[in-house]
């Protein structure tokens, strides 16, 4: 018998993607909530076609299809998830509303300044407009991160316990990987190690990486 879930995901991305396409936010929330899926590989070809186009507007990664209803934007099919999972959402309305706070804040206050500089890094750190703006953008995510870090002054987590909120900010620190930025800020390092360490993590990471690795192109 069939899953009733699709995660679309890329067949190859470089590996400065691999392990931050947004995909493996879907997958961890799925393993989290115990909810089995099959993936859907794309590649370049397929993004444009009318089919995708039908499930995913913008031709991103990733889109899901939940026993016929499609689906996209990472944050808002986590948040799909965790509704029908005790483990990502609590039960509570006034709890849920304060994860879904929080999801908000690592999609809205926290991310947008670390893509900042994450884009410059990755694709732009040659050009001379980005070497005059760097100092500036990594000034503006280094003092949003300080903030968010005195949120685990005595907390493990964002809330009082591991929710779909973490998912979101854990991932959107990540982006981070090629500096040293959220080392220095010690709170935030033990919050992304603490949550990286779920066996849920290292599965999804695992089924995330596996098609990269499959679908490499071959270096002659």
């Not at 931050?20 to 993936?39: C, K, Q, S, T």
Request: aromatic letters at 8%.
């Amino acid at each position: 018998m069939g899953t009733s879930i699709r995660v679309s995901a890329f067949r190859w991305v470089p590996p400065f993607a691999q392990g931050l396409a947004r995909d493996f936010r879907v997958r961890w929330a799925l393993e989290e909530a115990g909810l089995p899926y099959e993936e859907r590989l794309i590649g370049p070809e397929d993004q444009a076609t009318e089919s995708y186009r039908a499930l995913q507007p913008f031709g991103q990664i990733p889109a899901i299809e939940d026993d016929g209803l499609p689906l996209f934007e990472s944050g808002a099919i986590v948040l799909h998830i965790a509704q029908q999972s005790d483990a990502l959402m609590p039960s509570d309305p006034a709890r849920r509303a304060r994860v879904t706070c929080w999801a908000f804040a690592a999609l809205n206050s926290i991310e947008p300044r670390v893509q900042a500089l994450a884009e410059i890094d990755l694709f732009h750190a040659d050009a001379e407009w980005a070497k005059l703006r760097r100092p500036a953008v990594e000034q503006a995510a280094k003092a949003r991160l300080t903030t968010l870090a005195a949120r685990f002054n005595g907390r493990d987590y964002l809330e009082d316990r591991f929710t779909a909120a973490d998912i979101l900010m854990t991932t959107v620190l990540r982006n981070l990987r090629h500096t040293d930025i959220v080392a220095q800020i010690p709170p935030l390092e033990a919050y992304r190690l603490r949550c990286e360490a779920r066996p849920a993590f290292q599965k999804a990471m695992a089924d995330h990486l596996a098609p990269s690795a499959k679908h490499a192109p071959t270096v002659n």
